[in-house]
């Protein structure tokens, strides 16, 4: 996609003009203070949260031959988020791993590795890909053309005036409906191939709608191995061989395991989008031109490049999947999910005290302004960089 295109009815603003150096340490401080903190009450709550997940999975299943019913495909579904939003996606961040004695399988070298893919984390995003297009690509390029889940950079399209609104909304209903399969797994895929193979970012070539969009027809070795590495294993594991374990009960209660299944993962496929997308556009989120240059400039990007939801109980928190903490997540990638709640107040006080914009707001209004951006009736905020920078280079995962 021609980059002109990226910017069209975006006006370019200024970062805030701060002391930069003293907020870059206080932010610093505070997670030098919460990694002193880290211990068994965190890899308690991982455990809370993880049986709350296998807890809605297995009532969803023991429900699910009984009849296609909502309830059923819901708690399987809240399973199957909780697993990716929760679990895998803190423990691949490798916020466990400096717990002493952690266990191997909340390890982010040991967790969903070869067949443990299909206990820790069965889902259409192949683990290895998911961890370099996430946790390398997103996080270290929040809000840049590198970053292949800028929502207003993949939807570039949808955004052109000449295309009608019904048509407009058709799509994003779809999209919805069916994220994980047709942009999540092919996007990550394509980004770990681009990788190993050493390319060009894909993030700024031409393409439809996004980078993974060209692994949808099987034409090609590299689409192949989507077909093979993605979408048969997650296929075959969740609608053949668990609705099949019911078959000794019956035609019936197979049929409705499998149609709960069905049911179940276009319910998961809205919820992950709902919890994840809207934090990262609006007309009030800052995206980037250029790289950040320095640690400082990396914090504020991050908070000015994310939003929280509201929250600070377990019961909200698991159904945000702990993704209404974005902002704390963004600025400390590698930290547990408890971590995150009980940072986020004093972020905040971080931020008001330096007068960098902090964003919190329910999730409704987020959609209203995720609609804007998608629907081309707004557009982000364009920061421009910095006039200066310091030697320090932008934080990595360790």
Not at 5 to 25: E, H, M, N
Not at 175 to 193: D, I, V
Not at 316 to 322: E, M, T
């Amino acid at each position: 996609m021609p980059a002109e295109r990226f910017s069209i009815g975006a006006t370019p603003t200024d970062l805030p003009k701060i002391d930069r150096a003293a907020f870059a340490a206080e932010v610093t401080a505070l997670r030098q203070e919460l990694l002193r903190d880290t211990g068994a009450s965190d890899l308690q709550h991982l455990r809370k949260m993880e049986r709350w997940g296998r807890t809605c999975t297995i009532l969803g299943y023991l429900s699910a031959p009984l009849l296609l019913n909502p309830v059923s495909a819901l708690l399987m579904s809240l399973g199957n988020t909780a697993r990716w939003t929760m679990v895998t996606h803190h423990v691949l961040h490798r916020g466990y791993d400096r717990i002493a004695q952690v266990p191997k399988r909340y390890q982010s070298k040991h967790f969903a590795r070869g067949w443990r893919r299909f206990w820790d984390w069965p889902d259409w995003m192949l683990p290895a890909a998911w961890v370099h297009e996430h946790n390398h690509l997103h996080h270290m390029h929040t809000g840049e053309l590198e970053d292949p889940d800028l929502v207003e950079h993949n939807a570039w399209l949808l955004r052109r005036p000449w295309l009608p609104r019904p048509l407009k909304w058709l799509l994003i209903a779809l999209l919805m409906l069916t994220w994980k399969l047709l942009y999540y797994a092919p996007n990550t895929l394509c980004a770990l191939q681009m990788q190993q193979r050493k390319a060009k970012n894909s993030s700024r070539t031409w393409r439809l709608m996004f980078p993974g969009e060209r692994l949808w027809l099987p034409y090609s070795r590299a689409s192949m191995q989507f077909y093979a590495r993605c979408v048969l294993p997650y296929a075959i594991y969740r609608f053949g061989l668990l609705p099949a374990l019911f078959l000794p009960l019956g035609t019936a209660a197979w049929l409705a395991v499998l149609l709960n299944s069905l049911l179940a993962e276009l319910i998961s496929n809205v919820h992950a989008f709902l919890i994840i997308v809207p934090n990262h556009a609006g007309d009030d989120v800052h995206r980037y031109l250029e790289p950040s240059r320095d640690r400082a400039e990396f914090y504020l990007r991050q908070v000015m490049g994310s939003v929280n939801y509201p929250g600070g109980k377990d019961l909200g928190d698991f159904l945000y999947g702990y993704l209404n903490y974005q902002i704390e997540h963004h600025v400390w990638p590698d930290l547990p999910m408890l971590k995150y709640r009980q940072a986020a107040p004093r972020l905040r006080a971080i931020c008001l005290k330096h007068g960098v914009p902090y964003l919190e707001e329910p999730l409704p209004r987020r959609l209203r302004r995720l609609g804007a951006i998608l629907m081309g009736d707004a557009s982000m905020r364009v920061a421009q960089p910095l006039p200066s920078a310091t030697p320090n280079a932008a934080p990595t995962q360790t």
